[in-house]
């Protein structure tokens, strides 16, 4: 299949517009309502691979969260396709860090769930899901039980349930932590390919450096607690990109580049 | 293509599981045969311990007079009304506790003192209300099945995975999907479970209400043949009662396999 993706990004309507937004939680220990994301202004393109990456903790699970609907923000707004996000929605799909599978069904109505809990019919849902369970080479394992596959086909399975959906955002959380670290790389390979064949928009959220680098067009970088953004990087790296390029010169710029604005908020929060 | 592989059973597992079989098979003739030779030489009081050969012999003589087939069709009446009436209540019961906080503030307490007290110490007022036939049994068989169950449910609805819960909001679920898509199927092996204790629990109401207090059914024909001395009777009637609830609870562990596929080896033992 033809790479969908093209480097001038910039030129594509924005399809996720997040403007100035606040999240805040309620600390259950001091009763006080805290700030976990403090204005947070970002807009990505149809198509565009955006990564936010930070200390742990740095609220940047939230945001995603936020942007999912499952938490309320209390102040700006989020648009998709200029449509304001009030709660969940078809037209965001998350991938969590777990792959939460619904452990009793099979693997093929695992698929499909999302699509079921919008009301589709079973059949239907095979149907339309079936694009995505070949292409992430799932097919031959629908009836197989949750339990019965690896970690890193399990995660697949999560994913492959977000895409059926056809989401206008693909939204991930961590999607490779709590994977072994060969199985990661694999994946993350995987995902490279998966994204430049379909040119879906994707946000992710992660603290893995190189896994930023080498799957996005821009790397979004948050402070610690309030999260707010301290820097936005292109990575100009021309697609289609190889694992091999972390080889590369200009990836370990990027990598250095990021990691010295990781260090620095750091170093004057004391945040660690 | 990865393939999942099956392995076989080997025959050390095999070798073991004939061995433990024959363990138990032989442990229980034992007990027979020293039972009958007590009775034949008349070690102890045969009026008091019969024999298992007596206790067939009985076990024929009730099945052709009809009176076992007359006695178990009340029991199993009053046992059928009795333990679908709480499956009926139990069920939605024990959910709605598990599920709504508030109705389990409200009834929570409400429910543990019920169920605290003892079943059959009412029987006296049971027979009152509802006098000596089928009614008051159903009425203790009720009492004594759904407690398990709404137990057994209201645990299951606090077991259900949040990441699940968390997914299926994600995804645009509502409050009825996700009972429906998650609560629900989460409940399904604690059901039989509690089903299983139900069964066991309802069963032993109804003999006991009937030894206590009935005109029929086979606790009362134990009880009968008890205070006439017929002990092989009585033997024969237990002996039912226990093949019965070995019956009911064999076929409701198998169901719970049916259901138990998707967990795999781990708990289908």
Redesign the interface.
């Known amino acids: 299949m033809e790479s969908v993706k093209s480097a001038d990004t910039l030129e594509r309507p924005v399809k996720l517009a997040i403007k100035d937004i606040v999240v805040g939680y309620l600390d259950k220990q001091s009763g006080h309502t805290m700030v976990a994301v403090d204005k947070v202004t970002l807009d990505i393109r149809e198509g565009e691979f955006v990564t936010i990456v930070g200390l742990s903790g740095c609220g940047k699970s939230t945001f995603l969260n936020a942007i ?3 938490v309320k923000h209390q102040h700006g707004e989020i648009r998709v396709n200029d449509r304001i996000v009030t ?4 037209d965001r ?2 991938v ?1 860090q ?1 792959a ?1 599978l ?5 693997v093929g109505r695992n698929i499909t ?2 699509l ?3 009301g589709m019919k079973q059949a239907a849902a095979r149907e339309k899901a079936s694009y995505y369970v070949n292409l992430i080479r799932l097919n ?1 394992f629908e009836d ?5 596959l690896s970690g890193g086909m399990q995660q697949r399975v999560n994913l492959a349930r977000a895409l059926a ?1 056809d989401p206008e955002v693909l939204l991930l959380d961590e999607p490779f932590a709590a994977l072994d670290a060969i199985t990661r790389e694999l994946m993350q390979n995987e995902l490279l390919q998966l994204c430049e064949k379909v040119g879906k928009t994707v946000l992710m959220v992660t603290h893995q450096i190189d896994e930023a680098v080498l799957l996005s067009d821009r790397v979004v970088i948050f402070s610690s607690r309030p999260a707010y953004v301290l820097a936005d990087i292109r990575i100009p790296i021309p697609r289609p990109r190889k694992s091999h390029i972390k080889d590369s010169e200009e990836f370990r710029r990027l990598m250095n580049e990021i990691w010295r604005v990781i260090e620095g908020n750091a170093n004057i929060g004391g945040g660690i | ?1 990865r393939k ?1 592989t099956v392995f076989p059973k080997s025959n050390a597992v095999k070798k073991e599981k004939i061995i433990s079989s024959l363990l138990g098979t032989s442990v229980i003739l034992l007990f027979l045969v020293s039972w009958e030779l007590l009775f034949q030489f008349r070690i102890v009081n045969p009026l008091f311990i019969s024999a298992p050969s007596r206790v067939v012999l009985a076990l024929i003589t009730i099945i052709r007079d009809g009176s076992l087939l007359q006695n178990l069709t009340i029991s199993g009446q009053e046992f059928v009304f009795g333990y679908g009436v709480a499956v009926f209540i139990g069920f939605p019961v024990g959910i709605m506790l598990g599920w709504f906080k508030l109705v389990r503030a409200a009834f929570g307490p409400f429910i543990a003192a019920m169920q605290a007290t003892p079943r059959i110490a009412l029987m006296p007022l049971f027979i009152i209300w509802f006098g000596l036939g089928i009614t008051s049994k159903i009425v203790i068989v009720l009492l004594s099945a759904i407690f398990p169950l709404i137990v057994n449910l209201q645990v299951a609805m606090s077991t259900i ?1 949040n ?2 819960i ?8 509502s409050r009825w ?1 996700v009972f429906r ?2 609560a629900l ?1 989460t409940s ?1 092996p604690f059901l039989i479970t509690g089903l299983r204790l139900a069964a066991g629990r309802g069963l032993l109401g109804v003999i006991v209400a009937e030894v206590f207090g009935g005109a029929a059914g086979l606790g009362y024909m134990i009880q009968y043949a008890g205070s006439t001395f017929q002990t092989d009777k009585v033997f024969a009637g237990v002996l039912v009662v226990a093949f019965t609830g070995i019956t009911l609870d064999f076929t409701l562990d198998r169901l719970g396999h049916h259901f138990d ?4 080896e ?1 708990a289908s033992h």
């Open positions: 999912a609907g499952l709660g969940p929605g078809m799909a998350v969590f777990k939460s619904l452990p009793w069904r099979k769930y999302g079921e809990l919008s031959g197989h039980y949750p339990h019965q959906c | 293509m999942v995975d990441d699940l968390h997914v299926a909001r994600a995804y645009g679920a999907q898509s998650i199927p399904l596929r998707w967990r795999g781990v």
